[in-house]
């Protein structure tokens, strides 16, 4: 019981939908716990790398320790090269010079480093530390004498080994820490006014601290001075007035100085100095990728599950793939122009893990349901092939039963006939035998049919003179043709033997012969030619009677078909041509009608004249069955 009434249940096109409904909230539900940060920080990678960089804010240049310094130095950079080179760029009056490198860890000799420290102390100098602030020691960290006046400000860099897509790439910058704003930050507001947490976009909490997503630009993108040059040439005011000035190391020695980045993720690709620029610009232009809320996350996961669901459910295996396919191409470009343009970090991971999931889960019961369905549709057909097969017994048998009878009756007319008859009598006897032969006509086209239905028919090829089969059709009409005053003229052009059945082309020929003279007026006349026609023999039969309709041609050859024109008027039973098609087509011919209504008819037909060449092939296989 419970059975059919959860099947009636689940054919209700409401709980369908409910059920997928329901089924794409469960998958969304499940997944949202689930962190796919991998994936979704490398399709955010591509993001970034398949989207335009941004330009530079202009205002950081770098001025860098790099391998030329050394090889040039043939040492590290001493305490009094930086008093030099810090001289130089006090001339051209920088907003502020951060130093990556520890001033404790330069170098020289007490006079030498007294004289760093005062030099850096008359500028705006600071030392950005990597590290994060120790507990308890907030503002109060200090560098060792002579440099315990130098500001020391926190600027650490994250590494995402643990978080995000777990490969080591540098994708956050540290805003805050316990709520103490970091380097980059307190350097930014300087150029944006910016003071508040509120006024920046994209800001997202991890631990104790406040972060953003950077946003880079390729390798090289800043302005870059080499700290040789500055040692012993010049630096331009120009090019660091007002400026921020980040001083480091960018010497490809240390794996520490170099950060893997979403743009190139190789080991070195690009300097801790340059990704500090990245950090920097980030804030000043406040243009830090905005990491979607969740509730973005579940919408577009339902929704997407939803898709696939019904793309599943409802659509052709192979058609559904290429829907899915590009509804996730739509929405991964989708994901794209909203990072480009608004710089929306749109979830790919959930919806793209949504979407497999919905379709591997989905796949399967749509699949038992074809099964059921299909084993439905092979009951039903093989209910059909029995009871067609009843029928075409039954046909048979009543046909054959009723033959013999027939027969009978039309043999003692025949016998009355010798008989003088009355003029009543007479007519009556006439009608009887009219009525007889047309149901004998009747029944062998039955029989015809039953035999095409039981795929019994055989074609009997034998090499014949077409002309005289056409002779003995007109002979065998003649009767008829004759009681219309019908006139039956043939043109017949001498033709070579082909292989036909003979006794289903002579039924198509006779069947054709005797539509002309039932669809004519008395005394109108019948034309029947034989002719070849590009290696076909074409036979042709025209009478001037009454036609067919125009919209009714289309169906005469259907079985059980009557023309309107037809129906009531004259005797018939529509089978006629449906058989002379069918044995037209057995010897691979064709039959057509052209026909103008009130003016006549011609059906003809068309044999390939080397029908032989193909039937061989045909009789090698045994025959041809039909
Ligand atoms: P039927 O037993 O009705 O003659 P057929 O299959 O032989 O069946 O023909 C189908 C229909 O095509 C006929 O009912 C008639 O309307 C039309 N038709 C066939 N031959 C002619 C013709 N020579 N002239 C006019 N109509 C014809």
């Known amino acids: 019981m419970a059975v059919p009434f959860l099947e009636n ?27 796919l940060d991998v994936l979704e920080y490398t399709t955010y990678d591509w993001r970034m790398q398949l989207t335009p960089r941004p330009p530079v804010s202009g205002n950081v240049v770098l001025l860098s320790i790099d391998r030329e310094t050394l090889e040039k130095l043939k040492r590290e950079p001493e305490a009094l090269d930086w008093a030099v080179v810090l001289q130089k760029l006090a001339l051209g009056n920088p907003a502020q010079v951060v130093s990556f490198i520890n001033p404790s860890q330069i170098q020289g000799s007490y006079d030498d480093l007294q004289l760093l420290a005062d030099v850096a102390g008359r500028l705006p100098f600071q030392y950005g530390d990597d590290d994060l602030p120790k507990p308890g020691l907030g503002k109060l960290a200090q560098l060792a004498p002579p440099f315990e006046k130098l500001t020391i400000t926190p600027a650490p860099r994250t590494v995402d080994w643990t978080l995000l897509a777990k490969d080591g790439a540098t994708r956050r910058l540290i805003y805050s820490y316990e709520g103490q704003p970091t380097l980059h930050p307190q350097l930014a507001e300087r150029f944006n006014g910016l003071s508040q947490d509120w006024q920046y976009s994209g800001l997202f909490d991890v631990l104790e601290s406040k972060q953003m997503l950077v946003r880079y630009r390729n ?10 040059n500055a040692l012993e040439g010049s630096i331009n005011p120009a090019d660091v007035a007002g400026k921020i000035v980040l001083i480091g190391r960018d010497t490809t020695e240390i794996s520490k100085d170099y950060a893997t980045t979403p743009l190139d993720k190789s080991l070195v690709s690009m300097s801790v100095l340059e990704l500090h620029a990245n950090i920097l610009d980030t804030l000043i232009l406040n243009q830090a990728p905005r990491i979607s809320p969740d509730w973005v996350k579940i919408l577009v996961t339902f929704l997407i599950s939803l898709l696939a669901i019904y793309v599943v459910m409802s659509v052709r295996p192979g058609k559904g793939l290429v829907v899915l396919g590009t509804a996730v191409g739509i929405y991964l470009l989708a994901a794209m122009a909203l990072f480009a343009t608004m710089r929306w970090v749109v979830p790919v991971a959930h919806p793209l893990v949504a979407v497999f999931i919905c379709y591997y889960f989905v796949i399967p019961y749509r699949l038992i349901i074809e099964n059921r369905r299909s084993w439905e549709y092979y009951q039903k057909n093989r209910l059909l092939i029995q009871v067609e097969e009843l029928k075409s017994n039954f046909m048979r048998m009543m046909s054959h039963d009723l033959k013999t009878p027939l027969a009978r009756i039309q043999g003692m007319t025949d016998v009355i006939r010798q008989d003088s008859l009355s003029e009543t009598q007479g007519r009556a006897l006439n009608s009887i035998s009219e009525s007889t032969e047309e149901l004998t006509d009747f029944i062998g086209s039955i029989l015809s049919l039953s035999r095409i239905e039981s795929k019994e028919l055989k074609l009997q090829l034998r090499s014949r003179d077409v002309n005289q089969l056409v002779r003995e059709a007109i002979r065998r009409t ?38 002309a ?15 070849e026609v590009d290696n076909d023999l074409v036979i042709q039969v025209s009478d001037q009677g009454r036609g ?16 309107r024109n037809s129906r009531s008027i004259t005797a018939g039973n529509g089978l006629g041509l449906y058989l002379a098609k069918y044995f037209v087509e057995l010897h691979n011919g064709r039959i057509d009608v052209e026909s103008v209504l009130d003016k006549g008819s011609t059906f003809t037909v068309r044999l390939p004249m080397n029908l ?10 045994g025959g041809l069955y039909v």
Do not use: C
């Open 9 to 35: 249940w689940l054919k209700n096109k409401w709980v369908l939908h409910a059920l997928r409904i329901a089924f794409a909230a469960v998958i969304t539900i499940l997944l949202a716990p689930f962190k």
């Open 219 to 228: 390798k090289g993108s800043y302005p870059r001075i080499k700290f040789i």
């Open 478 to 515: 003649e009767y008829l043709a004759k009681k219309k005053d019908i006139e039956v003229v043939d043109e017949l052009e001498p033709l070579f033997s082909i292989k036909v059945d003979e006794d289903l082309l002579k039924t198509v020929l006779i069947n054709l012969l005797e539509n």
């Open 517 to 531: 003279i039932k669809y004519s007026n008395n005394r109108t006349r019948i034309m029947v030619t034989t002719e």
């Open 548 to 563: 067919i309709p125009k919209e009714e041609l289309a169906h005469i050859f259907d079985r059980f078909y009557r023309a």
């Open 612 to 621: 032989h060449k193909d039937t061989e092939q045909f009789e090698a296989q």
